[in-house]
């Protein structure tokens, strides 16, 4: 159950687009379309942004989108705020189990 | 108003135990499988344990296999993580989570609860 691999950071200045993968295998992400995406803020609880790898939650600004190709999900978060500066985890099912990425932190510059 | 609130955690001694409640509401707790992730201090976040509505399906990391046990009470709205044989990796903020929209869909989430395990 390893988990599945993400850039330890990106990062981006107000009004660009930031891309952060997410690289499973095909016991996992290859092998369903149950993708999800989560925001946390610093000592905050985590916060859905995607699932189902590009369906977006009530509320949750458009500039937020997902992806999968073959093995690897993407988040992709365009117009870039201060407030999205955060850490974001994928998540995938893998059969009887779910596994979450290491987690990779935006820095809005 | 969706409030899951944890609670239960705490410091434990290696080798103890612990029980970790999940009371739910705003929501109808009896039609979604609930999981239990948590947090190491500084690090990402680990899936520990999905129960389905009616917990007659129950999925462990391997990491608490057979140490841990989740429980589910809908008449109560309640979600339980009954913790054995507890290690200091096992350190960390506990989560509740409801998966609502489809599978790993983890819209709801609580605050949280901390577990120290150290002597």
């Known amino acids: 159950q390893s988990a599945l691999t993400q850039p330890r950071s990106v990062s981006g200045s107000p009004g660009q687009s930031v891309t952060i993968s997410c690289t499973g295998t095909?016991?996992?992400?290859?092998?369903?379309?149950?993708v999800s995406w989560y925001q946390q803020h610093s000592g905050k609880a985590p916060k859905l942004m995607i699932y189902?790898?590009?369906k977006r939650p009530s509320g949750v600004p458009d500039r937020f989108s997902g992806s999968k190709s073959d093995n690897t999900a993407s988040l992709t978060i365009s117009g870039l705020q201060a407030d999205d500066e955060a850490d974001y985890y994928c998540?995938?099912?893998?059969?009887?189990?779910?596994?979450f990425g290491g987690g990779t932190k935006l820095t809005v510059l | 108003e969706v409030q899951m609130v944890e609670s239960g955690g705490g410091l434990v001694q290696p080798g103890g135990s612990l029980r970790l409640s999940c009371a739910a509401s705003?929501?109808?707790?009896?039609?979604?499988?609930m999981d239990w992730v948590r947090q190491a201090p500084g690090k990402g976040l680990e899936w520990i344990s999905f129960?389905?509505?009616?917990?007659?399906?129950?999925y462990y990391a391997d990491s608490v296999k057979g140490r841990f046990t989740i429980s589910r009470d809908n008449a109560k709205n309640s979600l339980y993580l009954e913790m054995n044989n507890l290690r200091a990796e096992d350190t960390a903020v506990y989560y509740c989570?409801?998966?609502?929209?489809?599978?790993?869909?983890?819209?709801?989430w609580g605050q949280g609860t901390l577990v120290t395990v150290s002597s």
């Open positions: 129960i389905s509505v009616s917990s007659g399906t129950r």
């Open positions: 189902g790898v590009t």
């Open positions: 705003g929501f109808t707790f009896s039609s979604f499988t």
């Open positions: 989570a409801a998966e609502v929209d489809e599978p790993l869909s983890f819209d709801y």
């Open positions: 998540c995938s099912n893998a059969g009887t189990y779910v596994i």
């Open positions: 095909s016991s996992d992400i290859g092998a369903y379309n149950y």
